[in-house]
Structure formats: structure tokens, C-alpha cells
């Protein structure tokens, strides 16, 4: 699972995780300028949920 390597380990503080900006134009997400994912790898890799449902880190460390 791409989240599970060393250069994404700063998700797995809240703080960090919860500070994510869509990318402008949508082709993206990023936390700064060395972390990011593309809008491919969210689409082809990305888990859907409920727009209310609100999306923990443990989401996403299980999801795969």
C-alpha cells in the first residue's frame, strides 16, 4: 500500500493527515510541497464513503 511507505509516514499524524488541499484545477491532493497524490492514483487506488462520514487515518491504513 502506497501509504505504508517511509515518505508518507507523516500521515500518521492527525494533525498532518487533516491538513490535505485539493490540488488546484482537482488533479490532486497535497500536504506540502514534497507530499502529494495524484487524482490518478486517488481514482484507481482511492476508497469511496459517504460524503458525511468523516475519514479517519485508520480509514485509510485499513482500506487496502
Known amino acids: 500500500m502506497i501509504l505504508s511507505l517511509e515518505r508518507f509516514r507523516l500521515l500518521q499524524q492527525e494533525a498532518f493527515f487533516k491538513s490535505v488541499k485539493v490540488d488546484p484545477g482537482g488533479y490532486g491532493v497535497s500536504w506540502?510541497?514534497?507530499?502529494?497524490?495524484?487524482?490518478?492514483?486517488?481514482?484507481?487506488?482511492?476508497?469511496?464513503?459517504?460524503?458525511?462520514?468523516?475519514?479517519?487515518?485508520?480509514d485509510v491504513a485499513t482500506s487496502h
Do not use: R, V
Open 32 to 58: 506540502n510541497d514534497e507530499m502529494d497524490l495524484s487524482e490518478y492514483e486517488l481514482w484507481n487506488n482511492g476508497i469511496a464513503f459517504e460524503q458525511s462520514k468523516t475519514l479517519s487515518k485508520e
